[in-house]
Structure formats: structure tokens, C-alpha cells
């Protein structure tokens, strides 16, 4: 398996654009995560599905932020309008399986909002 | 609400000598507790876990933590550090009614040849 995939690996946009993030999970994977990493806060859990299914939006910073799982192999985080502060690093991560204790992590989005 | 804490925000020790990552941890009910290890420019990965069993835990790269339930606490070890070993650490628990992770803030280990 390829791992958790993650696209774009970096984004550069202006403030108030509108930014999209992917990921593709492990195949199998019925737990999805979304992270955001920044030197301020560490590593901040934003949302997680299960069964495609969201299940703990509690992190999700305010309503710019919507995230989605339209399938078990795609989910999307979307900004709308990105502003500078929510430049930052931003992981997903997935579970499943015998490992459903595990998270596996892709390699990740930076993000920077000019 | 559960919490993680790491300590220190740095460890340096030299090569071949023994580590120690401190982690102390808060969570109603019995924890899950997890390492990982995050390299420059990449995801975590995972290191190794507490969920039952053995205080003792073995994980990846000769790595191991013990679980202390009466503190609270899950230090990573490791007994002859090597330079590779150099990267940042994060703590990790959640309690056993969801999957909700809190992260620690992470410890960078560097190890000196």
C-alpha cells in the first residue's frame, strides 16, 4: 500500500482565496483524522470520520473550516476565505483493521496563506 | 477532559548513551497511550502503544516506554541512543470512549556522535 496520500504537498494562496486540501486514506482504513500542525499550538486534531461519517468536529477552529468524506477514499478540508493565521501544516491520518489503534499519517499540506 | 503533558521541550544526550522522553498524562478511565516520531518534512509515525497488558512496552528501533499507572505517566526509553534517533517525539492518549487523540507538545531529541 502507498500510504496515506496527500495532496498538494504545499499551497501558497492569498487571503481570501479559498483552499482545498486532500487525502486519500489507507484502502481498508474506516477511521480518517485531520490535523493541523503549527509551532503555536502543536498538533491540533481538527476532525475525524468514521465510516465516512463525521464523528468529532470539536477542533474544527470556526466556519471556514468544513471538511467532507464523500467515500472511503477521499476526504477534503476546505478553507473558505483562507486568512494568514491558518498557515500551518496540515495532516491527515487514517485507522483501521487490526490497527485501528494506529494512525498512520500521510507526509502532509503546508499551507501559507500571504 | 483528557490531557497530555511532555515536559521538556528539548532532550540531548550522546551517542550511545541511554534516553529518556518524559510524558505524564490525565484521562478519566483507562488510557490509551501512544509515541510517535516525526522526522523533518514528514508525517508521524508510529512508535509503539499501551492499551493493556504488560507496563513494559516494545516498540520500533530498539525504542520501549513504561506504563506508571500511580503517576501518571509513560516515559519513552531507549538504552544506547543513536544519532538517527534524532527527531521530535510526541505523547499521545485518549481515553478508551472514542477515538479522540490529544497530543502532547512534542520533545525534539538530539543526539550527539
Known amino acids: 500500500d502507498a500510504g496515506v496520500i496527500q495532496s498538494p504537498r504545499h499551497e501558497v494562496t492569498e487571503m481570501g482565496q479559498e483552499v482545498t486540501l486532500r487525502c486519500k486514506p489507507i484502502?481498508?482504513?474506516?477511521?480518517l483524522f485531520w490535523y493541523r500542525q503549527t509551532m503555536m499550538r502543536g498538533l491540533e486534531l481538527l476532525i475525524y470520520?468514521?465510516?465516512?461519517?463525521?464523528?468529532?468536529d470539536s477542533g474544527m477552529p470556526e466556519d471556514r473550516f468544513s471538511a467532507k468524506m464523500p467515500n472511503a477514499s477521499f476526504s477534503t478540508l476546505k478553507i473558505q476565505p483562507s486568512e494568514p493565521r491558518d498557515s500551518a501544516v496540515y495532516f491527515c491520518?487514517?485507522?483501521?483493521?487490526?490497527?485501528?489503534?494506529?494512525?498512520?499519517f500521510g507526509a502532509g499540506t503546508r499551507l501559507s496563506v500571504l | 477532559a483528557q490531557s497530555v503533558a511532555q515536559p521538556e521541550d528539548q532532550v540531548n544526550v550522546a551517542e550511545g548513551n541511554p534516553l529518556t522522553v518524559k510524558c505524564t498524562y490525565s484521562?478519566?478511565?483507562?488510557?490509551?497511550l501512544f509515541w510517535y516520531v516525526q522526522y523533518p518534512n514528514r508525517g508521524l509515525q508510529f512508535l509503539l502503544k499501551?492499551?493493556?497488558?504488560?507496563?513494559l512496552v516494545k516498540g520500533s528501533y530498539g525504542f520501549e516506554a513504561e506504563f506508571n499507572k500511580s503517576q501518571t505517566s509513560f516515559h519513552l526509553k531507549k538504552p544506547s541512543a543513536l544519532v538517527s534517533d534524532s527527531a521530535l517525539y510526541f505523547c499521545?492518549?485518549?481515553?478508551?470512549?472514542?477515538?479522540?487523540?490529544?497530543f502532547g507538545a512534542g520533545t525534539r531529541l538530539f543526539v550527539k556522535a
Open positions: 484502502s481498508g482504513h474506516d477511521y
Open positions: 491520518a487514517s485507522s483501521g483493521g487490526l490497527a485501528k489503534n494506529i494512525q498512520y
Open positions: 484521562v478519566s478511565g483507562n488510557p490509551y
Open positions: 499521545a492518549v485518549r481515553d478508551t470512549g472514542g477515538f479522540k487523540t490529544i
Open positions: 470520520f468514521n465510516n465516512n461519517v463525521p464523528i468529532d
Open positions: 499501551y492499551i493493556t497488558g504488560d507496563n
